[in-house]
T-cell receptor
């Protein structure tokens, strides 16, 4: 049971480039989400999904797209990278039991120059 | 606006001492989570507090929730160096598919 996996671990992009951050989970969780973490600001929700084919925006969705074609995978696409998107990105999946506890991937550290 | 405020944001303490981290939030919620993050690492779940008056303990850490005061505390007893980390609280937004709003984190350094 690998839990939540993310690739890549590190990435450097130039302004204007696009890329996809990969996220997968093997816990059969319906709910998955993407956060960004910036110093001193906690985590902010980018997008989330409550099941395959269903996605919605979080607090800071601009500049990012998501899709959910399977229960396992939830990729995050940066359409045209900007320096303001330099951050650490975490994918999480959530238990469907009463606790609704979230489990986090190892993170992707993204630098946009 | 829904806010989650942690204090202090930074805490340096000696081993063996006791201290409390506070998490205040600005709207009604009935569940709260505490997570730990080591430098350069991911977030690890510590406690899930599901109701008013909930108290949970694991080793030297104890968390409690007072939903009427909109306050949770994370108490550290006889701190040891291994507890050095950043601690986050997160509050569920009611009627929102259980989305979370996060505090800014408390960076805890415990000196030998």
């Amino acid at each position: 049971n690998a839990g939540v996996t993310q690739t890549p671990k590190f990435q450097v992009l130039k302004t204007g480039q696009s890329m996809t951050l990969q996220c997968a989970q093997d816990m059969n969780h319906e709910y998955m989400s993407w956060y960004r973490q910036d110093p001193g600001m906690g985590l902010r929700l980018i997008h989330y999904s409550v099941g395959a084919g269903i996605t919605d925006q979080g607090e800071v969705p601009n500049g990012y797209n998501v899709s959910r074609s399977t229960t396992e995978d939830f990729p995050l696409r940066l359409l045209s990278a900007a320096p303001s998107q330099t951050s650490v990105y975490f994918c999480a999946s959530r238990s469907g039991t009463v606790s609704y506890e979230q489990y986090f991937g190892p993170g992707t550290r993204l630098t946009v120059t | 606006e829904l806010k989650v405020e942690q204090n202090p944001l930074f805490l340096s303490m000696q081993e063996g001492k006791n201290y409390t981290i506070y998490c205040n939030y600005s709207t009604t919620s009935d569940r709260l989570y505490w997570y730990r993050q080591d430098p350069g690492k991911s977030l690890e779940s510590l406690f899930v507090l599901l109701s008013n008056g909930a108290v949970k303990q694991e080793g030297r850490l104890m968390a409690s929730l007072d939903t009427k005061a909109r306050l949770s505390t994370l108490h550290i007893t006889a701190a040891v160096h291994d507890l050095s980390a950043t601690y986050f609280c997160a509050v569920v937004i009611m009627d929102s598919n259980y989305q979370l709003i996060w505090g800014a984190g408390t960076k805890l350094i415990i000196k030998p």
